[in-house]
C-alpha cells in the first residue's frame, strides 16, 4: 500500500510541476464544472470539439477524456474522430460512458469510440461498465442502479477483451486491466447529490496518465486523489452547494504528502 | 393553507423516497445548475436532446421539463418532438418559455411546443406569459419586465384556452388552471442576480408534478419549496455567489416538516 | 489616476442605475459562469446564437461579446453574423479570441469576425494577442505561454491597423488604442485556477463599454473592477471554489465609491 500511495504522491506532484494540458470532448453539463476541477488540481483543460481543430488539440494536449454524457450526431463523429486520432498521436485517453445502457445511442456510440481505438481508461459507474460487456445490463437514467460488485466481472471481461484499463467507480473503486485489480476506498455520500462528479473522476484520471505511469496505478492514483477530496469536502461542508465549493478547494490545497499519507488504494 | 402546506410536505416525502428521473431538453446556460438542484433536492437529472434518444428517455423518465432557453434549429426539433413523445407515453411535462415575447424565434417556439402537446404546467415570468396569451406583450432580454400581477389575466386565459396549468413567477407566484388560483409568497431578492432561477424553479415543479397529484396543487408545493431554499439560503448569505451555494444546501437540508410549517400557499 | 477611477466609478454606477442588457455569444464553458458574473454587477445577460434571432437579439442590447472559446460550423456562422449586425446596428461590441493562436480554425474564426466588422474591444490573454498581430505566435491551449509585456508590441499594432481598442490581460493589464495605453494592476493569481476567467473580464468590459464612455477609459476601468473583485476575494479564500463564489459575491458587493478609492489604473 505504501508503493501504491508513494506512487500516486509521485504523479500529483508531477502533474502540478508540468500542468498538463487534458482535452476534454464532453458534454455540456460538466464542462464548466470539469474544467474547474483540472484547473483547481494543477492541470489545464482545454474543451474542443469541432471535426476541423480536433487533430491539433489533440496534437497539443497531453491526454484526452471523451464523455458521452450529451450527445448529438456531429458530436459523436467528433469524439469517434478523436478516438481515431489519439491512437494515431499515441495520446493516452479515457473514455465515460455516460449513460451506457440507458439508450441505444449511448451503448451504441460508446462502442463506436471503442472500435474506433481502444482508450488507456473506461471509467463508468457500475451500471455503464456492465452495459459495455457482452453480457449487458440495464441502467436508469445516468445514475448507477448496480453496486459496484455487480460489476466486477464486467470489468474484467472488457479489461481482457480490448486490453484496456476499466475503472468501476461508486461506495468503492475498482480499477482492473483484467490481471491485477486494484480498490480503492474514500470519498463521501454528498457526491451523490453533485451534478458530473463521475465526470469530475474521468478528468482526474485524464490528468494522472498523462505522466505516463502504469495506467492501472496512474487510475488508481487518480480515483484516491478525488475521492480524498471528497473527505476533505465533506469534513467542511454538509449539503451539496457547499461541499463541491470545498471539493475544488481541496482538489487544490491536497498536497503530493498528504495524498501519500491518506489514500487508500489496495490490490483485491 | 394546512392543506396546501401539507401536501407540499407529502409530495417532497415521495420525491426523496422516490427518486424519480427528470428529464431534461434544456439550454446551454443552466444544464449544470439545474441537474445540481435537482440532485441536491432528491432527485435524479438526465439531460438529453439527440432526436434518436428522445423516445427513450422519456421512456426511463418520470416528468419531462423542455426549456427554450438558447435555441438552434436541431434543438427546436427535439423540443417538439419531446413534447410530442411526452403526450404518447402520458409522461407530466413542463414547459420554460424563456425569453418568449423577446425575439419572434422563441415565441414561434413556445407556441410550437404547446401545439404539439399541451404541457402539463407552463412557467414563466410575466413577461413570458403575456407574450403566450393572444394579447402578446413584450419582453427585455430574458428578465421580466412586467410584474406578476400584470399576467394574472393572460395566465388565466392561457389557461383556460388550453386546458393546462400556467404559473407566472416574480415577487409573488401565481398558479392557475383558469379556474382555482393558488398564491406562493416567498422567495429573496437576491434570486434575480443569479442566472437561471426561474429555470431552477421550473425543474423543481417537474420533479414535484412526477408524483401524480393535482398539478395546480403540485405545482404550488414546487414553487414554495423553492421560495423557502431561497429564504433559507438569504439567511446565510448577503451575496449572490454564497446564496446560490447556500440554495443548493437548503434544497437538500429542508424537511418535509420544514416545508409543512414554512410554506406559504394560499387562495387567490 | 484620480480622474480614471472616477470614470471607472461613473460608468459602474450607471451600469447598476441601467441595467444594460449584455447579448452574448459565447462558449459552452462560461455560459453559466459569465451569466452570473454579469448578473453579479447588476447587467442583465441574455445568451443567443440562433441566426434567425441574432438581429433581434442585437436589437435588444445595449452591447455584445462575441466569445469564441468552442467553435464548430454553425456557431461560427453565427459569431460572423452577430459582428456584421452589431456594426449596421452600432452596438458596442467585445471579441473574446480565446485559444487563437492554438488552432488554425480559431485563428482564422476570430480574424474572420474582425473582418466582417472592427470589434470595439478584443480582449486576450498575451498569446492570443500575439497570434492576432501579423507577426503571430503560438499558443498553448487556452492558457497563455507569454507574459502581458511581450503582448504589447502586437496589441499597439493590432489597435493601430483597425482602429479598435485591445485589451491584454495578464500578471497586469495592458489597454490601448494605438496611440494611448493605460495599465491596470490588481487581480490575484488564484484567477489562474479558475475557467474562463478572462471570458469573465470579457462580459464585464461589455457592461462597461455599454455607457458611451470612451472605450479605453471604459475598458480599463472595467478590467480594474473585475481585478479589484480579485482582490477582495483572496481576503476571504485561498482557495478556487471559495475564490469564485466570494469574487461573484465582490462583483456585487463592491460600490462606485469602493472602486474609486482601490481601482489602480495608470498611464502606462
Request: hydrophobic content about 45%; proline content about 4%.
Amino acid at each position: 500500500m505504501a508503493t501504491y500511495s508513494g506512487t500516486a504522491a509521485e504523479i500529483l506532484r508531477q502533474v502540478r510541476a508540468s500542468r498538463p494540458v487534458v482535452h476534454n470532448i464532453t458534454n455540456y453539463v460538466v464542462m464548466n464544472s470539469t474544467a474547474n476541477v483540472l484547473l483547481a488540481m494543477g492541470a489545464s483543460p482545454i474543451m474542443a470539439h469541432a471535426p476541423e481543430e480536433v487533430a491539433e488539440v489533440v496534437g497539443l494536449a497531453n491526454s484526452v477524456v471523451i464523455n458521452i454524457g450529451t450527445l448529438s450526431k456531429s458530436w459523436i463523429e467528433s469524439m469517434v474522430l478523436g478516438s481515431r486520432v489519439c491512437h494515431i498521436a499515441g495520446k493516452p485517453f479515457v473514455l465515460d460512458p455516460v449513460g451506457a445502457g440507458a439508450t441505444k445511442l449511448r451503448t451504441r456510440t460508446a462502442t463506436q469510440i471503442i472500435e474506433a481505438a481502444t482508450p488507456t481508461v473506461i471509467r463508468g459507474n457500475a451500471s455503464e461498465i456492465m452495459a459495455l460487456s457482452p453480457e449487458g445490463g440495464i441502467t436508469r437514467g445516468v445514475d448507477a442502479v448496480h453496486h459496484v460488485d455487480d460489476a466486477c466481472d464486467a470489468a474484467h471481461s472488457i479489461a481482457r477483451a480490448l486490453g484496456t484499463v476499466v475503472a468501476v467507480t461508486g461506495e468503492r473503486d475498482v480499477v482492473t486491466d483484467g490481471n491485477r485489480s486494484l480498490v480503492i476506498t474514500g470519498g463521501h455520500a454528498l457526491l451523490g447529490y453533485v451534478t458530473g462528479t463521475g465526470c469530475a473522476a474521468s478528468v482526474v484520471v485524464g490528468a494522472f496518465i498523462s505522466q505516463g505511469s502504469d495506467p492501472v496505478e496512474g487510475t488508481a492514483a487518480a480515483l484516491a486523489f478525488f475521492g480524498l477530496a471528497g473527505e476533505w469536502a465533506a469534513r467542511e461542508a454538509d449539503a451539496p452547494g457547499s461541499f463541491w465549493v470545498k471539493m475544488l478547494d481541496a482538489l487544490y490545497a491536497i498536497s503530493p504528502q498528504d495524498l501519500e499519507s491518506q489514500a487508500r488504494i489496495q490490490e483485491a
